[in-house]
């Protein structure tokens, strides 16, 4: 591996893996990057949290960001590689979900470990198509500085309007980005699934969250107290919820 090849992959990770122990990687939520974990713990019991953090956005806001799951899932295997020979963990929250999911279907495609377990936050079953409003929305009449400015908003973090104006394009090109997915009918998810609902939701309501998981994978299903983005707060009903799931087989 050049030294520019190991920079790229390193780059991958907010913080880097440390040597040796359990890593739960993080897919970040759409429009934003590894930030959107600041508020997580950096580990929960024995478990390093690890953040991902694609090229277009945040520190590698320089660097072209993937125009399609299947780039994204290949290059962040690349990355991966080095760390699947200990057990390690998939989270996602909502946009993230597909995501994890291709990158999982690239690690088997490889044949390289799985992780153990799949936390998907917010997000049906993904056969059944795609998930919250701003996937349907007209992307040339939206105004998405104005949606990111209330995201973040809603998030409980202030934005500068340079910043929301950088945040819209990402948002922007991950929406472009999910309008391609597909999730083929008979597809499976080669590891478990913990899919996680949140009982205030109002972008992907609860109800919508569970039903047909287990159609493509092998799925638990947990509804837990709280709106959408309390996900990325990480809040102490999340806290022990991942302190249970996380829990060595």
């Known amino acids: ?5 190991a920079l790229s992959a390193i780059r991958w990770f907010v913080p880097p893996p440390g040597p040796g122990g359990r890593l739960l990687f993080c897919f970040p939520y759409a429009g934003v990057g590894a930030s959107s974990y600041r508020q997580w713990p950096r580990r929960i019991d024995d478990v390093q949290v690890c953040g991902l953090q694609p090229p277009g956005r945040e520190n590698r806001l320089r660097e072209s960001p993937h125009r399609d799951h299947a780039a994204f899932a ?19 929250h909502c946009g993230g979900v597909p995501f994890a999911l291709d990158t999982i279907d690239e690690l088997a ?4 470990p799985l992780p153990t377990r799949l936390i998907a936050s ?17 992307l040339a009449a939206v105004d998405l500085v104005a ?27 991950d929406l ?9 009918a008979g597809r499976r998810v080669p590891c478990p699934v913990t899919v996680v609902a949140w009982t205030d939701d109002d972008v992907v309501p609860p109800e919508v969250v569970a039903p047909g998981w287990d159609e493509c994978a092998d799925v638990t299903a947990e509804t837990l ?18 302190r249970r799931w996380l829990i060595r087989e």
């Open 74 to 92: 290949a290059d962040l295997v690349d990355a991966l590689t080095p760390y699947v020979d200990r057990e390690f963990f998939f989270a996602g």
């Open 225 to 242: 107290d709280g709106r959408h983005l309390d996900f990325l707060h990480c809040p102490d009903v999340l806290r022990d919820a991942l």
């Open 109 to 112: 495609r490889r044949g390289l």
């Open 176 to 184: 472009e980005v999910q309008r391609g997915y597909r999730f083929a």
């Open 1 to 5: 591996m050049t030294a520019g090849v």
């Open 147 to 173: 949606e990111t400015t209330a995201l973040f908003g809603r998030a409980g973090v202030p934005m500068r309007t340079d910043f929301a104006e950088l945040a819209a394009q990402v948002l922007r090109t």
């Open 122 to 138: 917010s997000w049906g079953a993904p056969q059944r198509g795609l998930y919250g409003r701003l996937n349907f929305v007209d």
